[in-house]
Each structure stands twice: as C-alpha cells, then as structure tokens.
C-alpha cells in the first residue's frame, strides 16, 4: 500500500492524496488581478492528480506584494478570478487552498525577470513596512517600522483577504510566516528590534502572527483548515531556530492551526544554507512531534524520496514546488511507479 496515495481527512476536506502543489510565485497578474495563466497553471496540477492545490503567495493588500506582478485579494473584484479558478481545480477532484502573504520588508520588487531588485518610489515601487526600520539588502531604502496603526492594519487586511477567500471558495487557507516576509520579520531577532509588545521575547515577536491567526479564524469556516507556512530556520547565528520553531508548534496546535508547512531561510539574505535533496525534511519531522499535522518541502524530486518520507512518518503532506513546474502530471507518473490506479481525466484516458 503507498502512503503517498492514502487519503488524508482534515476538519471537513479529504484530500484524495498527500501530494500538494506548493505555493510558487508567477508574477504573472496585472494589478492583483488573475489571468489565464493562473488559471492554466493552477488546473493543469489538478488535472495532473495533485490533492491539493495551492496558490501562489497572495498579497492582502497593495503595499503586501512582493512585485507589481503579484495575485492580490485587497479588493472583492478580485475575487471573481479566483472563482474561476477555484471551480476548475475542484471538478478535476483537488482541493483549492491559497496562501495569504505580506511580503514586508521584500515588498516593492521588479517582476525577476526584469532583475527582481527593490524598486524605488520614482520607478514604480512603494514604501516598505517592517517590524523594525532595518533593510533586508544594504543599499536598499529602509522599510517604515510600523506603529500599532499599521498593525492593526496588517491584522484587518489579512482577515477581510480571508472573507474574500470564503468567497471565492476555497477550502484551505495557508498563512505565509516564512522566507523573510512580514510575519517572519517579526518572529525573528534578527529583523525585529522592537522594544514594544511585539518585540523582544519569543512571546512578543509571535503576538502579531496569532492576532492574524486570531483574525482569520473569526471569519474563515471552524469546519475548513487553516495552515501556517515557516521558515523553520534562519540558517544564522543570534535568528530564528528549529526550537522555536516546535515551541510555536505547540502554541498554534492550542490556536486550531491544522498543519504547519515547514521551509526554512529567505530572511538573512547572505544566511549559508546547505541545500541537497530533502534538506528540510528534518524540519517537519521534529515539528510533527509536537502533534500537529506537517508538509514537507524543499528539493523534494522523486516519487520513492516522497514515499519515504511518508513512510518514515516525518511529515504528513509532500509539497511539491520546483518539481512541480518540471512536472504538473507528476502525480499520475508517481502512481504508474507505485502500482497504484488512480482515477485519469477522462479526457485523457486513452493514455493510462
């Protein structure tokens, strides 16, 4: 029997598998706005066979994405596209999830395929906002540290992006607390040197991510799962670490969070990482032991590696992302591997 194609029951869905297309950037949107291509990109992982389906990191509001070419949910016209999308992704038997982000500090880029750097105010940028006014590059502008008016902003924007999410359908909402965006530069002291409530100790730098956490679960479905991504490590001296991370673990356990979504880095721009196949594997392994839910990510690239890990009980959900772009059928592949039938488009079953 393959654990990579049991069936996994979270609150009220149930995910055919435990494949998951992890959340990957486009920069493909005109104003926050979905297009064909998030819809092409997106259904072909759910006609693909994926489980779940996750969309790109969403920004909550204009100043929260990380370039102009991000997906936004600011505003409900743009929930009509997700609609869209949403519907797709369900008929070819996936679940529908979305990450909602704020990219803070890292905010205000060119798309990377016009170079990526952080863009200035006379060039099409905007300013900035960080726990505290200290600059993810050197050269680049510092962000504004935000006062608690602009918390209490960050707050309100995540929770009305999550009712716009209700909206729009979605089964799963994922909430970005990792690679150096905005929630993560709070938890880490590296990027937060705040000496109010929200700085200081561990108790403080999480306060302003379960207050969103808090936000979204006033309006987003008890019966639907709530995910938090982390960056499990800062790879750096003096940051954020794999023992804070299952501390956390616990605490959002206590705050109904269904899965943690274990990454790790992206918030020490020169932090040495030691990447190799499943090198964050470890990560979702030692935060599962704390009792909640966990997905694996990170150079994950064959179907035995992704069986493995499943096998050796170190995470609960394989997140596909890089692979996943090589490969949108990756899934259908992975269960000729294993012997196992799995249900075809039927569009395409000449081809089983």
Not at 41 to 55: E, F, P, Q
Not at 104 to 119: D, H, I, Y
Not at 153 to 179: L, P, Q, Y
Request: hydrophobic letters at 40%; charged letters at 20%; glycine letters at 10%.
């Amino acid at each position: 029997m393959s654990n990579l194609f049991s069936s996994l029951t979270i609150k009220n869905i149930t995910l055919k598998n435990r494949l998951v297309t992890s959340p990957m950037c486009q920069y493909s949107a005109t104003e926050g706005f979905t297009n064909d291509w998030h819809l092409v990109h997106l259904g072909s992982r759910a006609v693909g066979g994926m489980g779940l389906v996750i969309t790109e990191a969403t920004a909550v509001s204009p100043e929260g994405r990380i370039s102009y070419g991000d997906t936004g949910l600011w505003k409900d016209d743009h929930i009509q596209g997700f609609n869209r999308i949403v519907n797709f992704i369900h008929q070819h038997g996936a679940i529908s999830g979305i990450q909602l982000a704020h990219a803070g500090r890292k905010a205000s880029c060119a798309v990377p395929q016009e170079g990526g750097k952080q863009l200035d105010e006379k060039h099409g940028g905007w300013q900035t906002v960080a726990p505290s006014a200290i600059s993810f590059l050197a050269g680049e502008r510092s962000p504004l540290s935000l006062n608690m008016e602009g918390i209490i902003k960050v707050i309100s924007d995540f929770k009305a992006a999550a009712e716009r999410a209700v909206a729009a359908g979605f089964k799963v909402i994922e909430i970005h607390s990792a690679h150096g965006y905005l929630l993560h530069e709070f938890l880490s002291p590296l990027s937060n040197k705040r000496t109010d409530e929200y700085g200081g100790s561990f108790e403080n730098r999480i306060r302003l991510l379960l207050q969103v956490i808090g936000a979204i679960r006033s309006v987003w479905p008890i019966e639907n799962p709530l995910f938090v991504r982390i960056s499990a490590t800062d790879w750096t001296e003096g940051g954020w670490t794999i023992e804070d991370s299952v501390k956390l673990a616990f605490i959002l356990k206590d705050a109904d969070i269904d899965l943690v979504d274990c990454s790790s880095g992206g918030n020490i721009h020169n932090a040495k990482i030691p990447v190799k196949p499943g090198y964050q594997v470890p990560f979702s392994e030692a935060v599962r032991k704390s009792g909640i839910l966990t997905g694996a990510v990170g150079f994950i690239t064959t179907v035995r590696q992704a069986e493995s890990i499943l096998q050796e009980e170190k995470a609960d959900l394989v997140f596909l992302a890089r692979e996943s772009l090589r490969n949108p059928y990756f899934p259908l592949n992975a269960a000729r591997e294993l012997g196992v039938d799995v249900k075809w488009p039927v569009q395409y079953l000449r081809a089983k």
